[in-house]
């Protein structure tokens, strides 16, 4: 059975069509890890809740952000693909609750994921200890907040990894039309007004809403995953691409035959390398400290 089974997309006419569309998506993914743990929580005044488990390793963190297209999603919706990277890394997670469109709109989600990351500061974990994960426009959220990060003058994190990024809110990736007729998850309808709710009358080029037109000087190692049938597999191409013009050590992996999320599917084999290479890359550009 298919992860995405193809549906007969309706007309998306408000936000709350989108968030119906986005709600049948997520309905779609598996139960989180029975062995996981989820406590709600805050960092400073942003809240969202911790993921682990009992064993996991003290000292080291994920802050992740979910996908939903900046108008929908939650740390419960999104509690399989968070609960797989701490049960494969071993390394517990923050998953933000930061807000939607079109009731916050862009820059609030950035603003949002800065203050999250202040936040585990303030608590002493040490920023190299820290890794800036997500996926769709979680994955975009979080370059968007390194580029906050590094512009604010604070200590960039250890690491960031983007699972099916949305790092181009313009659309121009020639895959959202070249892979129109594999990716039975996302179109580009979906994103085109998901993307209008959350910028307004903003430019959609701008690097806060767009990494993918961001310069990643003093970016820290980067691991993007996406699936090759996915419309969003040239947006992990261009974060590879800046990446690789600022000299920041960078992994974008393109799995052949794959679409959007792939590692929710736990039994195929592309999914455990995925998560795989992903926990490596968490343990290794993470150190397990805390600040002075």
């Known amino acids: 059975m298919a992860l995405w089974p193809q549906t007969q997309a309706k007309p998306l006419a408000s936000v709350e069509d989108l968030r119906a569309r986005y709600a049948a998506l997520f309905a779609r993914f598996a139960p989180a890890p029975e062995a996981m743990e989820f406590s709600p929580a805050k960092l400073g005044v942003i809240p969202g809740e911790w993921v682990g488990t009992a064993r996991h390793e003290p000292g080291r963190t994920i802050l992740y952000f979910h996908g939903g ?9 999104h509690r399989v693909v968070v609960g797989r990277l701490v049960e494969a890394s071993g390394i517990s997670a923050f998953s933000v609750q930061y807000r939607l469109a079109p009731e916050a709109f862009f820059p609030a989600a950035v603003r949002d994921g800065i203050d999250a990351y202040r936040g585990l500061l303030a ?3 040490a920023p190299s200890s820290v890794i800036l994960a997500g996926d769709e426009a979680g994955g975009g959220l979080a ?3 390194a580029l906050a990060i590094r512009n604010a003058g604070l200590e960039m994190p250890g690491g960031i990894v983007g699972l099916s990024p949305w790092a181009d809110l313009s659309l121009s990736g020639y895959s959202i039309l070249g892979n129109r007729k594999s990716d039975p998850a996302l179109d580009w309808d979906l994103l085109f007004l998901s ?3 959350y910028l307004r009358k903003s430019n959609p080029c701008d690097a806060y809403a767009s990494p ?3 310069p990643f000087t003093s970016f820290p190692p980067i691991m993007v995953h996406a699936g090759a049938n996915e419309i969003l597999r040239d947006d992990a191409s261009k974060l590879g691409d800046r990446a690789a013009d600022s000299n920041v050590a960078v992994s974008v992996e393109i799995y052949d035959g794959m679409g959007h999320l792939f590692q929710l599917d736990g039994a195929r084999n592309e999914a455990k390398v995925s998560l795989g290479r992903l926990a490596q890359f968490i343990r290794t550009k993470s150190s397990a400290m805390v600040a002075a």
């Open 195 to 197: 993307a209008r709710h």
């Open 123 to 125: 608590k002493g974990v």
């Open 212 to 214: 993918a037109y961001a």
């Open 143 to 145: 370059f968007a907040v």
């Open 69 to 77: 297209g900046f108008v929908a999603g939650s740390p419960q919706t």
